[in-house]
């Protein structure tokens, strides 16, 4: 499973990563597929499938605020 931002290796490199580096950054977008999955018993079927099928242990999910004027709670 490959995340749909992953930036490809020309614009990697084009903001200065080598080929090796652009790979390497490259692979920290990828979720590998459990070889034995999980039985998992979550309330939905998309989070059973999700964290049953797929190692999950390297994801990283982060957000970014802009300064707007309003408060964020």
């Known amino acids: 499973m490959v995340g749909s931002f992953k930036p490809s290796l020309e614009k990697l490199e084009l903001e200065g990563?080598?080929?090796?580096?652009?790979?390497?950054?490259?692979?920290?977008?990828?979720?590998?597929?459990r070889e034995k999955p999980l039985q998992m018993n979550l309330e939905n079927e998309f989070s059973?499938?999700?964290?049953?099928?797929?190692?999950?242990?390297?994801?990283?999910?982060?957000?970014?605020?802009?300064?707007?004027?309003?408060?964020?709670y």
């Open 48 to 72: 059973n499938e999700l964290f049953g099928f797929y190692n999950l242990s390297s994801l990283e999910i982060g957000a970014s605020f802009y300064k707007t004027g309003r408060k964020h």
């Open 17 to 33: 990563l080598s080929k090796i580096e652009a790979k390497e950054f490259q692979k920290s977008y990828e979720v590998p597929k």
